[in-house]
């Protein structure tokens, strides 16, 4: 008798196991997780600006569990101390405010105190993005790069490492026009095409969103 009662007893806790699993596990896939770059080179720091509005949209949006990194765009990009700040969403509301202040404060004082860097490190800040957003492991992982896309590397700097974007959604916000694009125009189309073709060689998809009235369409 004593032995029949064990095993009912053990089926549940199988159960409570396995359903705990696939309950933390389907948890973990719905959560987003965005790394935005943003690009202090040259005049485009001009630009920064308007990436306020966008951390706004981002943290409005953004739902408990989900992640939000902020990394700069300078000479040497492929460093976590180019993280300007970061945070996991917490369940609790009030906690998730504080967490949102705290982070607004670190975006405005960063950009009201940024430096222009000399040099343009993309490729750098794409790795970097990679890298953090694989260990925290988020369902949907995204990487908005506010920027020119104009690169351009200091000397001894090699960027020639593949991207590994399966899972991954890059999207190109305020590509702004160079001199040379309101010239030629197909200078622009060039360097669109140019990272777009390596995000989909790394087996990512690629978007550009230029109007920033329609940060909606990030998540579409």
């Known amino acids: 008798m004593i032995g029949d009662n064990k095993k009912p007893f053990g089926w549940l806790l199988l159960f409570i196991l396995f359903w705990c699993l696939f309950a933390c596990s389907d948890s973990k896939s719905h959560t987003k997780g965005v790394y935005l770059l943003l690009d202090t080179s040259g005049t485009y720091s001009l630009e920064l600006k308007k990436a306020q509005a966008l951390i706004n949209y981002l943290l409005g949006t953004l739902q408990p569990g989900d992640?939000?990194?902020?990394?700069?765009?300078?000479?040497?990009?492929?460093?976590?101390?180019d993280i300007v700040a970061k945070v996991t969403f917490d369940d609790r509301p009030s906690v998730a405010n504080s967490q949102k202040r705290v982070f607004m404060q670190k975006i405005n004082k960063f950009i009201g105190t940024a430096n222009r860097s000399r040099y343009t490190d993309i490729s750098g800040g794409v790795l970097q993005a990679i890298e953090y957003l694989n260990e925290v492991g988020p369902g949907s992982k995204y990487i908005l790069i506010f920027s020119d896309l104009q690169e351009?590397?200091?000397?001894?700097?090699?960027?020639?490492?593949?991207?590994?974007?399966?899972?991954?959604?890059?999207?190109?916000?305020?590509?702004?026009?160079?001199?040379?694009?309101?010239?030629?125009?197909k200078n622009y189309l060039r360097?669109?095409?140019?990272?777009r073709l390596k995000t989909e060689k790394g087996g990512g998809t690629w978007r550009v969103i230029n109007d920033l009235e329609r940060l909606d369409a990030i998540f579409q």
Do not use: M
């Open 152 to 185: 351009e590397l200091a000397e001894g700097y090699v960027r020639d490492v593949p991207f590994q974007l399966a899972g991954f959604h890059v999207i190109a916000l305020n590509v702004t026009k160079l001199r040379n694009d309101i010239r030629d125009p």
């Open 191 to 195: 360097r669109v095409e140019k990272w």
């Open 67 to 81: 992640t939000l990194a902020v990394g700069r765009i300078d000479t040497g990009s492929f460093s976590e101390k």
